[in-house]
Nanobody, 124 residues
Framework: QMQLVESGGGLVQAGGSLRLSCAASGRTFSNSAMAWFRQAPGKNRDFVALITWNSRTYYADSAKDRFTVSRDNAKNTVSLQMNSLKPEDTAVYFC??????????????????WGPGTQVTVSS
């Protein structure tokens, strides 16, 4: 099973940017689709973005045109560049490794490894 650890969260003003990173350990990273989810207080965890093993990308409507997911298979990392942040982007952000399925948006059940999450807070 892959171990994942997110970093890069923090407090930012509306309109600002943050770059989240996820470091993965395990031999299967380069073959795995990786995704970002987020969970706001009192809400379900929602799909944000996914990148396939060969770097095709998919986004939730809320992330399109503002967020960019990327990966570096040599470094076993996946990143989420978030621009034009809004207060409604405030959430704990998780990275996850997909173990099954192909549907977009990807359901949580398709993912077998999760990081502990990193808090993103956007002030108005």
């Amino acid at each position: 099973q892959m171990q994942l650890v997110e970093s890069g969260g923090g407090l930012v003003q509306a309109g600002g940017s943050l770059r989240l990173s996820c470091a993965a350990s395990g031999r299967t990273f380069s073959n795995s689709a990786m995704a970002w989810f987020r969970q706001a207080p009192g809400k379900n965890r929602d799909f944000v973005a996914l990148i396939t093993w060969n770097s095709r990308t998919y986004y939730a409507d809320s992330a399109k045109d503002r967020f960019t997911v990327s990966r570096d298979n040599a470094k076993n990392t996946v990143s989420l560049q978030m621009n034009s942040l809004k207060p409604e982007d405030t959430a704990v952000y998780f990275c996850a490794a997909r173990i099954r399925g192909w549907v977009i948006p990807a359901p949580e059940a398709d993912f077998g490894s999760w990081g502990p999450g990193t808090q993103v807070t956007v002030s108005s």
